[in-house]
């Protein structure tokens, strides 16, 4: 039986109970969205934007999924203290891939600011959900977003109306929770109207020792003048899979910042596409992984300069160990009329051992003549006369090796625009270079 039949045969079975569990937007495109991958199915390996990564085979095995919405035993505020010190954040949880609601942070967000459930938003606030759910990704060109939106149920919204700044940053946790072998499927959706601003970080974290399936679609609308952080940091464990397409839509003079951080997984494959649509809109697109054993990430990114006067920086870097795999396929395309256009995209790759293994391929686009744009890709091992000089100056060959493996990646962290934040990530970082970082830290859960 081809990974598809099984959840067509259950989508077939149940779209009645998915639907009374979730609310009319995410309804309303999930018929669509079902035939969408019923034709497309999962993506191949023969597929060039899937080359390194087979979603058939991540799919294959039977897992359990929570269609019906049970309650899950943990009550994530008594257990996780995952708070970055230094950084007083709002702190949210979505445990599996339903919003976390029985308790919630006493500190108050800025009149008009919704943030929570989506499935209870969108019913709350119909039409404004509506105007946006859904509108970025597209069922029609991607298997695993069109399997996702036929079976999310929930997830989170951020809604920031024109003016508002949400000065304290919101921090959302992502618990995995299951007893069997399990999948979850949810939503992010994250409005900005003209001059907003709010900052996001995401961490994702799996509770028990189980074969988890992650699916994550994101959608993030910046409008006029507005700015976006949004921080993801994965710190999961060897036995999940973690699919996660993030789409962004950019209006003029916009800047967003994106940085993705990958410190503990079992199979992490990220989408992030990018349209700039509006003169003056600035992108920073950033990423960091750091593997070993038999771990892989596999980064897909697409910046699509659709307009003239916008900015894209994009950097990503990958130090991998072991037998662990790397892979990075970066482009970015200037269209016609899209005039000065800056554009860099760097990716740069450390493999610590001969059985390592890196693929990337960084491509340029370009359909204007006035542009100023580069891009590049290394791909190569520890530095061996930095190495002999640091031991000349009695610093062991293993402590040689974790500095130079730290200062690689400095460049990542040092693009976070919270200081609290860059801080925990210099000391997580060192930490998992030196092996102390097999859990997260700071929580209940993982003592």
Do not use: W
């Not at 709002?90 to 919704?114: H, I, M, R, T």
């Not at 990430?297 to 990958?318: A, M, Q």
């Not at 396929?329 to 001969?354: D, F, I, M, P, Y």
Request: contains cysteine; proline residues 3%; hydrophobic residues 40%.
């Amino acid at each position: 039986m081809k990974a598809e039949q099984q959840y067509i045969d259950l989508f077939s079975q149940c779209e009645a109970l998915i639907c009374r569990h979730s609310s009319e937007v995410m309804n309303a495109p999930r018929a669509n969205a079902f035939a969408d991958f019923e034709r497309l199915g999962f993506p191949t390996t023969k597929q060039e934007k899937y080359k390194y990564t087979d979603m058939a085979k991540l799919f294959a095995p039977d897992y359990g999924l929570n269609l019906n919405r049970l309650d899950i035993p943990v009550n994530p505020y008594e257990v996780f203290k995952c708070d970055v010190p230094n950084m007083s954040t709002s702190l949210y949880f979505v445990v599996n891939d339903a919003f976390y609601n029985k308790a919630l942070p006493k500190a108050q967000l800025p009149e008009g600011v919704l943030l929570g459930s989506l499935k209870e938003l969108s019913q709350q606030h119909p039409k404004l959900v509506q105007k946006y759910y859904g509108k970025l990704a597209d069922t029609s060109k991607d298997g695993i977003t069109a399997f996702n939106t036929a079976f999310a149920q929930d997830g989170f919204m951020l809604y920031v109306p024109k003016g508002v700044v949400v000065e304290k940053p919101i921090q959302l946790v992502n618990i995995l929770r299951a007893d069997v072998n399990f999948m979850v499927n949810r939503r992010l959706l994250v409005v900005l109207e003209e001059g907003a601003q709010a900052r996001l970080l995401v961490c994702d974290h799996a509770m028990d020792d189980v074969n988890f399936l992650s699916t994550q679609v994101v959608e993030v609308f910046a409008a006029e003048n507005s700015v976006f952080d949004l921080y993801e940091l994965e710190e999961t464990h060897n036995r999940t899979v973690r699919i996660s397409n993030l789409y962004v839509n950019q209006e003029a003079n916009s800047n967003v910042l994106l940085n993705g951080m990958t410190l503990h997984n079992g199979t992490t494959r990220n989408t992030t596409e990018v349209t700039l649509n509006g003169r003056g809109a600035e992108i920073n697109l950033c990423g960091m992984a750091i593997a070993d054993k038999n771990e892989q990430v596999d980064n897909h990114t697409f910046i699509d300069h659709k307009v003239s006067d916008c900015v894209s920086n994009e950097l990503f870097k990958y130090v991998l160990d072991d037998q662990s795999v790397g892979a990075f396929a970066g482009k970015v395309l200037v269209r016609e009329g899209a005039q000065h256009t800056s554009s860099q995209q760097t990716n740069r790759n450390l493999c610590a051992t001969r059985e390592a293994r890196m693929y990337t391929q960084p491509q340029l686009e370009i359909y204007a003549d006035d542009v100023k744009c580069s891009h590049g890709a290394t791909v190569g091992q520890l530095d061996e006369k930095a190495l002999f000089y640091m031991r000349q100056r009695g610093i062991s060959l293993k402590e040689a090796r974790l500095l130079l493996m730290f200062a690689f990646v400095n460049e990542v962290i040092d693009t976070i625009r919270l200081d609290a934040l860059k801080d925990r990530l210099h000391l997580l970082v060192e930490k998992r270079f030196r092996g102390e970082l097999n859990k997260c830290q700071g929580c209940a859960i993982c003592k």
